[in-house]
């Protein structure tokens, strides 16, 4: 028998602490190769993660909600000696990051104990507590009046996400009223009465994003209509063959993503975040598409270097997507790095809608149903009434670093994209 050290595993992209949610095996119990040991929570998703050997469970060195780095020891299992070798890209990295053990101090922001009501005197935060407060539009003032949990004072990842599936009731929590000041009125709304169905998890958290969106982002929304009646008769053509020589469905959305690639080439300030005064103009295009769970709820997985990937490459990254989405199997890496996001609203019969921006992105885009209409036409031969297959594009930007101009040249540059649709193309 050996003892085997086993590992904080890697989780995702840029993801270096994680926090234990659940140990599945206690001391004393036996476990199998790949059997569950622990859940843990990092900033994106919930992860269970699998034992790599099998044998008896010694020692588990971390307790539930304890913030641990990535390749950190965190039990130890006595075992035959042989050890899974996963695939390469399941390979744990094992490397422990010095930088990710350090505690990032809080800025020298003094909170005034009498006019806040502060819980937590704490002045030192993890990086992981940091990185959510910071994705969230968490003050650090907000951070100190949450309740902790921890040992000496010390904020939890658990005690956060407490807070803001409560609500964060603490959010507009505002100075002691002076003779001159201004309080906010505790207003008594009449809620009404009926069945009461409490949020889920995923459906607080959606909606504690948009009105932080709402509250960050000052949204400006510009429409514009385009005549796909090209793009859809040579889809409707080329599906079944497409399907037959790649084996993957072709839905509009992969020419809708091909389109909104391009203009963002033409327009790269579209592509772009807002850091304190600096604004980061992002090196990759990674387009996110809103989709559907099935509980209803909306995630945003994400399809990398849209631009760089041709139509074949797209719609398989696509398809796989969307069915990781709707078999709840989607990972941090499939979701997270987004850069642009597309909203298909058409897909629940809408003609048009006024998307909200998804932090920290500067504009978002909501397509519309592709519905016959009758249009006027302009021919060499004079103006005609035709059926075309038209559809309502609608963009919402962060007026803080997207003008109008910028905006509207881009929105109309999509149009373009879409009208001018290469028939001749081949599959």
């Given at each position: 028998?050996?003892?085997?050290?086993?590992?904080?595993?890697?989780?995702?992209?840029?993801?270096?602490?994680?926090?234990?949610?659940?140990?599945?095996?206690?001391?004393?119990?036996?476990?199998?190769?790949?059997?569950?040991?622990?859940?843990?929570?990092?900033?994106?998703?919930d992860s269970e993660v699998p034992s790599l050997v099998s044998g008896v469970v010694t020692e588990l060195l971390f307790k539930q909600?304890?913030?641990?780095?990535?390749?950190?020891?965190?039990?130890?299992?006595?075992?035959?000696?042989?050890?899974?070798?996963?695939?390469?890209?399941?390979?744990?990295?094992?490397?422990?990051?010095?930088?990710?053990?350090?505690?990032?101090?809080?800025?020298?922001?003094?909170?005034?104990?009498?006019?806040?009501?502060?819980?937590?005197?704490?002045?030192?935060?993890?990086?992981?507590i940091v990185s959510i407060a910071k994705e969230q539009h968490i003050s650090f003032e907000e951070l100190a009046r949450i309740p902790?949990?921890?040992?000496?004072?010390?904020?939890?990842?658990?005690?956060?996400?407490?807070?803001?599936?409560?609500?964060?009731?603490?959010?507009?929590?505002?100075?002691?009223?002076?003779?001159?000041?201004?309080?906010?009125?505790?207003?008594?709304?009449?809620?009404?009465?009926?069945?009461?169905?409490?949020?889920?998890?995923?459906?607080?958290?959606?909606?504690?994003?948009?009105?932080?969106?709402?509250?960050?982002?000052?949204?400006?929304?510009?429409?514009?209509?385009?005549?796909?009646?090209?793009?859809?008769?040579?889809?409707?053509?080329?599906?079944?063959?497409?399907?037959?020589?790649?084996?993957?469905?072709?839905?509009?959305?992969?020419?809708?993503?091909?389109?909104?690639?391009?203009?963002?080439?033409?327009?790269?300030?579209?592509?772009?975040?807002?850091?304190?005064?600096?604004?980061?103009?992002?090196?990759?295009?990674?387009?996110?598409?809103?989709?559907?769970?099935?509980?209803?709820?909306?995630?945003?997985?994400?399809?990398?270097?849209?631009?760089?990937?041709?139509?074949?490459?797209?719609?398989?990254?696509?398809?796989?997507?969307?069915?990781?989405?709707?078999?709840?199997?989607?990972?941090?890496?499939?979701?997270?790095?987004?850069?642009?996001?597309?909203?298909?609203?058409?897909?629940?019969?809408?003609?048009?809608?006024?998307?909200?921006?998804?932090?920290?992105?500067?504009?978002?885009?909501?397509?519309?149903?592709?519905?016959?209409?009758?249009?006027?036409?302009?021919?060499?031969?004079?103006?005609?009434?035709?059926?075309?297959?038209?559809?309502?594009?609608?963009?919402?930007?962060?007026?803080?670093?997207?003008?109008?101009?910028?905006?509207?040249?881009?929105?109309?540059?999509?149009a373009d994209n879409l009208e001018k649709f290469d028939t001749k193309r081949k599959i």
């Open positions: 028998m050996s003892e085997y050290k086993f590992k904080m595993p890697k989780l995702g992209e840029s993801i270096t602490e994680a926090a234990i949610i659940k140990w599945f095996k206690n001391v004393g119990d036996t476990i199998g190769e790949d059997e569950v040991l622990l859940e843990v929570a990092t900033d994106k998703v909600n304890d913030v641990i780095s990535i390749g950190e020891t965190i039990a130890i299992i006595k075992t035959d000696g042989k050890v899974s070798h996963p695939k390469k890209e399941e390979v744990q990295k094992q490397k422990s990051s010095k930088e990710s053990d350090k505690e990032i101090k809080k800025p020298s922001r003094k909170i005034q104990q009498g006019a806040f009501n502060v819980s937590n005197s704490n002045l030192f935060f993890s990086p992981l902790v949990t921890g040992g000496e004072g010390r904020l939890r990842k658990s005690d956060l996400m407490n807070y803001i599936e409560e609500g964060r009731p603490f959010k507009y929590a505002q100075p002691v009223a002076t003779d001159n000041g201004f309080k906010v009125p505790d207003l008594k709304f009449d809620k009404g009465t009926g069945k009461i169905v409490e949020m889920d998890r995923m459906r607080q958290i959606i909606a504690d994003r948009m009105v932080f969106s709402k509250h960050t982002s000052p949204h400006v929304t510009a429409y514009v209509e385009a005549d796909l009646t090209e793009m859809v008769h040579w889809r409707n053509q080329a599906k079944i063959p497409f399907q037959e020589k790649y084996n993957q469905k072709l839905t509009f959305t992969p020419l809708f993503i091909e389109a909104v690639a391009k203009a963002i080439v033409d327009f790269p300030m579209i592509n772009s975040s807002l850091d304190g005064k600096n604004i980061i103009v992002k090196d990759k295009i990674n387009v996110g598409m809103a989709t559907a769970l099935p509980s209803g709820n909306l995630i945003v997985p994400v399809v990398r270097d849209a631009d760089k990937k041709n139509l074949k490459e797209l719609a398989s990254s696509i398809n796989s997507l969307s069915l990781k989405a709707r078999e709840n199997k989607l990972k941090a890496d499939d979701t997270s790095g987004s850069t642009f996001t597309i909203s298909n609203v058409g897909t629940f019969g809408s003609v048009m809608g006024t998307p909200i921006i998804n932090q920290p992105e500067a504009a978002i885009l909501a397509t519309g149903i592709i519905k016959k209409r009758a249009e006027v036409m302009e021919r060499a031969e004079g103006d005609t009434i035709e059926i075309r297959h038209m559809m309502y594009l609608s963009l919402s930007f962060d007026h803080r670093i997207v003008d109008g101009f910028l905006a509207g040249s881009f929105l109309k540059r999509i």
